[in-house]
């Protein structure tokens, strides 16, 4: 009994999911492509199969930045500055895509207060902290075989003040 | 070897922590224990993929007091950086169930966003809450205490870090596990203790020779100690370390004190300038 409702179950997601990939993200983190916000000319190489900066139980090897993270952080130093500004704390995170090739599109903001409740900083430091973002060139595809992958990626600013105090992941 | 296999054991049942839970304990509660079931279905697909946060959410429907499908659903929004998602579904965790995951709730604000006075907030109420051993992080890595350890030690607040050491690692008895005392002699290091930093970054090579970042750091309280030989040596251990993959990786995130080979090689190139 448990088992027919299971497979029944299985059979309408799927059926729900294939009248539906053109319109609903079908994972968590999924980014589609907007025409209203992304370059036409973004091309990601296996749009059915995006991987994530993560590796887990695979022989992958994991994605990185040429240089390692002192190289990124180094971008941000020569080329973000804002005045030190109460009340513009909190979390800066953009989301994106790396294609195979290295380079990226499909940027998404997501910006929170230090409670991790839904802010907006001056759009000064969102506009900037994308520009640069958007600049970076040395982001190395995640590989299989010897296959390069697409996938997602992210960085969160944590600002205190305007000023950047840390780059993660 | 006694006590490695308690810290192995420790471990152990910390990543169990969040093992599937037993649906049986809610068979008196038939709701409750389909939603149990929709969550062992969840976990059977994908994390993250529509499919299991489905299920997360049938099982949420079904029982709302179910905190584990409110914890797992939000772990793919923590890992992908959709950290308002995932604070909302790990505060509702927390809620219903606060000895279960404040402390999960704690490592992860560590661990993706560098929240230390959140962390610390979340570590110390779980510490007033029990009267039993809090445990490890998620990823096994460190025992709570030495996580709150780094929190604070990451806002300054040195002597309560290393308070924190010496209570958990030395007086409780409870010894040091895979980065402890590397993570004090960093500590020693910067609080420029540099005989004490040496102890512990030794203490971490008899016990885990492994990471090229543990001689980074003795090289630099070598230096400090004037030890110049030493310094030369250990640096180039940092190095040869580094280019071998014996460094220190998170699957998610950087870890606390990371070093990188940009480092090491500035180190490198000041020693070659002086001769």
Same mark, same amino acid.
């Given at each position: 009994?448990?088992?027919?409702?299971?497979?029944?179950?299985?059979?309408?997601?799927?059926?729900?999911?294939?009248?539906?990939?053109?319109?609903?993200?079908?994972?968590?983190?999924?980014?589609?492509?907007?025409?209203?916000?992304?370059?036409?000319?973004?091309?990601?190489?296996?749009?059915?199969?995006?991987?994530?900066?993560?590796?887990?139980?695979?022989?992958?090897?994991?994605?990185?930045?040429?240089?390692?993270?002192?190289?990124?952080?180094?971008?941000?130093?020569?080329?973000?500055?804002?005045?030190?500004?109460?009340?513009?704390?909190?979390?800066?995170?953009?989301?994106?895509?790396?294609?195979?090739?290295?380079?990226?599109?499909?940027?998404?903001?997501?910006?929170?207060?230090?409670?991790?409740?839904?802010?907006?900083?001056?759009?000064?430091?969102?506009?900037?902290?994308?520009?640069?973002?958007?600049?970076?060139?040395?982001?190395?595809?995640?590989?299989?075989?010897?296959?390069?992958?697409?996938?997602?990626?992210?960085?969160?600013?944590?600002?205190?003040?305007?000023?950047?105090?840390?780059?993660?992941? | 070897?006694?006590?490695?296999?308690? $810290?192995?054991?420790?471990?152990?049942?910390?990543?169990?922590?969040?093992?599937?839970?037993?649906?049986?304990?809610?068979?008196?509660?038939?709701?409750?224990?389909?939603?149990?079931?929709?969550?062992?279905?969840?976990?059977?697909?994908?994390?993250?993929?529509?499919? +299991?946060?489905?299920?997360?959410?049938? +099982?949420?429907?079904?029982?709302?007091?179910?905190?584990?499908?409110?914890?797992?659903?939000?772990?793919?929004?923590?890992?992908?950086?959709?950290?308002?998602?995932?604070?909302?579904?790990?505060?509702?965790?927390?809620?219903?169930?606060?000895?279960?995951?404040?402390?999960?709730?704690?490592?992860?604000?560590?661990?993706?966003?560098?929240?230390?006075?959140?962390?610390?907030?979340?570590?110390?109420?779980?510490?007033?809450?029990?009267?039993?051993?809090?445990?490890?992080?998620?990823?096994?890595?460190?025992?709570?205490?030495?996580?709150?350890?780094?929190?604070?030690?990451?806002?300054?607040?040195?002597?309560?870090?290393?308070?924190?050491?010496?209570?958990?690692?030395?007086? +409780?008895?409870?010894?040091?596990?895979?980065?402890?005392?590397?993570?004090?002699?960093?500590?020693?290091?910067?609080?420029?203790?540099?005989?004490?930093?040496?102890?512990?970054?030794?203490?971490?090579?008899?016990?885990?020779?492994?990471?090229?970042?543990?001689?980074?750091?003795?090289?630099?309280?070598?230096?400090?100690?004037?030890?110049?030989?030493?310094?030369?040596?250990?640096?180039?251990?940092?190095?040869?370390?580094?280019?071998?993959?014996?460094?220190?990786?998170?699957?998610? $995130?950087?870890?606390?004190?990371?070093?990188?080979?940009?480092?090491?090689?500035?180190?490198?190139?000041?020693?070659? +300038?002086?001769?």
């Amino acid at each position: 009994m448990m088992i027919k409702r299971g497979l029944l179950f299985v059979a309408i997601s799927i059926y729900f999911l294939a009248c539906s990939t053109d319109t609903i993200p079908m994972d968590v983190g999924d980014i589609l492509f907007d025409p209203k916000l992304d370059r036409e000319d973004f091309k990601v190489c296996n749009e059915k199969k995006v991987y994530q900066y993560y590796v887990r139980y695979s022989a992958d090897k994991a994605p990185g930045y040429q240089g390692e993270k002192p190289a990124l952080e180094k971008v941000f130093e020569e080329n973000y500055s804002y005045p030190k500004t109460a009340g513009q704390s909190g979390y800066l995170t953009i989301r994106f895509l790396v294609n195979c090739h290295g380079e990226t599109g499909r940027f998404r903001i997501e910006e929170m207060d230090r409670d991790y409740k839904a802010f907006q900083f001056d759009s000064k430091i969102s506009e900037k902290l994308l520009e640069i973002t958007k600049s970076l060139d040395g982001w190395i595809p995640r590989k299989k075989e010897e296959k390069d992958l697409d996938y997602y990626q992210y960085l969160t600013f944590k600002i205190r003040d305007g000023q950047i105090i840390q780059i993660l992941p | 070897m006694k006590k490695l296999g308690i $810290t192995i054991l420790l471990l152990a049942c910390t990543i169990l922590l969040f093992a599937p839970p037993n649906c049986e304990v809610y068979r008196g509660d038939k709701k409750c224990f389909e939603a149990c079931e929709e969550a062992m279905l969840a976990i059977r697909y994908r994390q993250g993929s529509y499919t +299991s946060q489905v299920h997360f959410d049938k +099982s949420i429907a079904l029982c709302e007091s179910f905190a584990y499908s409110y914890m797992e659903k939000g772990v793919p929004f923590l890992k992908r950086g959709q950290f308002i998602a995932w604070k909302k579904l790990i505060d509702k965790a927390v809620e219903l169930e606060p000895t279960a995951y404040l402390g999960y709730r704690g490592w992860c604000r560590l661990q993706f966003l560098r929240d230390y006075e959140g962390a610390i907030a979340d570590i110390e109420e779980l510490k007033s809450m029990v009267n039993y051993d809090i445990g490890f992080c998620q990823t096994g890595d460190y025992h709570l205490n030495i996580a709150l350890a780094l929190c604070y030690k990451e806002i300054g607040e040195v002597e309560k870090a290393r308070a924190l050491f010496q209570e958990h690692i030395i007086d +409780s008895g409870y010894g040091a596990t895979i980065f402890d005392y590397y993570h004090w002699g960093v500590l020693e290091y910067e609080a420029g203790n540099y005989a004490l930093a040496i102890d512990y970054l030794n203490r971490q090579i008899a016990m885990n020779d492994y990471m090229g970042e543990t001689y980074y750091y003795l090289a630099l309280a070598q230096k400090e100690m004037n030890h110049m030989k030493e310094y030369a040596k250990a640096i180039q251990k940092a190095k040869e370390y580094y280019l071998n993959e014996r460094v220190r990786r998170d699957t998610y $995130t950087e870890t606390i004190d990371k070093i990188y080979l940009v480092d090491i090689e500035k180190e490198l190139l000041a020693i070659q +300038s002086e001769m």
